[in-house]
């Protein structure tokens, strides 16, 4: 074992997740041991306590518990490699592939990364299959939800990642979601500016509530919140297809924003209700047992400068199967949206 030490990010080590600086300095160390210190206080950043996703940047002080050697045999069972089966998906996600940045269509129902209980079925880890050749695992710079598919981003080599993430920082990129919601949004065209704050005490999981933009500044934990939106399509007055652009990241925020309007994402059963149904009273999450119950949330699009090569790079993810299949039962295309929603970044 090693003693307590004390580590300084170097120059060109910022910008990326605490838990990935880690491994590169120590190879031995595990995810589970990071967590359990980070989680303990053990693991500290410029004197205070962090988590493992926490993004560490140049200069800050790093203090690192007392760690297994390097040679000696590891405490746990090794990591499970990725099946073929498993590498075959992931590769078959790919949209996007050059020697910078890989982008995928992320399937719904594969979280983008591994949490308590998950341990290689995510996509942070199943991208030792999206090497191609490079001797690093490629680096995510963003997430998407679980059950949301669409566009992701992955940066090849640890610079480029420092880049996309500062460029996501710096709003410097368009995203393009399109979703089915219940009702109809009036106007059909607008902003929403609710602010966003954890609701306290859910057993289901991480969950956001909506506040006036008055009150941000008055709650803790509080954050404002911007989403565009244009209405692409409708039926009646029963459901629409709704392209949504945020122009902030926050947690579930296209989510809590539309079932805030009274409009929720059809199959959002944290913010919508989980019914399919539409009984007179309330829209609630659905609209008939004809459609899939599944989230009818997709990243369709981004459109952002390449982190190298500084071309205007266009990036679209074909809906998942069953978010096609509710377009075709309303007589809906993909062709049928407009090429831009939204003004560009």
Not at 77 to 93: E, K, N
Not at 145 to 154: A, E, H, P, Q, R
Not at 166 to 178: H, L
């Amino acid at each position: 074992m090693s003693t307590v030490q004390t580590r300084i990010v170097g120059e060109e080590e910022g910008e990326q997740r605490l838990d990935r600086w880690l491994k590169r300095q120590f190879p031995q160390i595990t995810q589970g041991l990071i967590e359990k210190a980070c989680r303990k206080g053990e693991i500290r950043v410029d004197g205070g306590r962090v988590k493992a996703s926490s993004r560490v940047a140049p200069g800050q002080n790093v203090r690192i518990p007392p760690l297994p050697d390097a040679t000696a045999p590891p405490a746990t069972a090794p990591r499970l490699s990725v099946t073929d089966d498993d590498a075959a998906m992931i590769q078959a996600a790919v949209i996007w592939k050059d020697q910078h940045i890989i982008a995928l269509n992320k399937p719904p129902g594969l979280p983008s990364q591994g949490g308590s209980g998950q341990r290689g079925r995510h996509v942070d880890g199943l991208t030792e299959a999206l090497m191609f050749g490079y001797k690093e695992r490629p680096v995510l710079v963003h997430r998407l939800d679980k059950d949301t598919s669409g566009v992701m981003v992955l940066a090849r080599t640890p610079r480029v990642a420092r880049r996309l993430a500062e460029a996501f920082r710096q709003r410097a990129a368009r995203k393009v979601y399109w979703a089915l919601v219940a009702g109809v949004p009036v106007p059909a065209k607008g902003t929403i500016r609710f602010g966003l704050v954890k609701a306290g005490g859910a057993r289901g999981g991480e969950k956001m509530r909506c506040l006036h933009p008055d009150e941000v500044d008055h709650t803790d934990g509080a954050k404002r919140a911007t989403t565009d939106y244009v209405v692409i399509e409708r039926l009646g007055g029963r459901a629409a297809w709704v392209a949504l652009s945020p122009v902030t990241g926050r947690t579930h925020q296209l989510r809590a924003h539309m079932a805030e309007l009274g409009h929720p994402i059809i199959g959002d059963g944290k913010y919508g209700g989980s019914g399919q149904d539409n009984p007179g009273d309330g829209w609630g999450a659905g609209i008939g047992g004809a459609v899939s119950r599944k989230l009818h949330l997709h990243a369709r699009s981004l459109v952002l400068t390449h982190p190298v090569t500084e071309a205007r790079l266009s990036l679209t993810a074909p809906l998942p199967a069953h978010m096609a299949q509710s377009w075709t039962f309303f007589g809906w295309s993909e062709a049928d949206a407009p090429d831009t929603q939204f003004e560009g970044p």
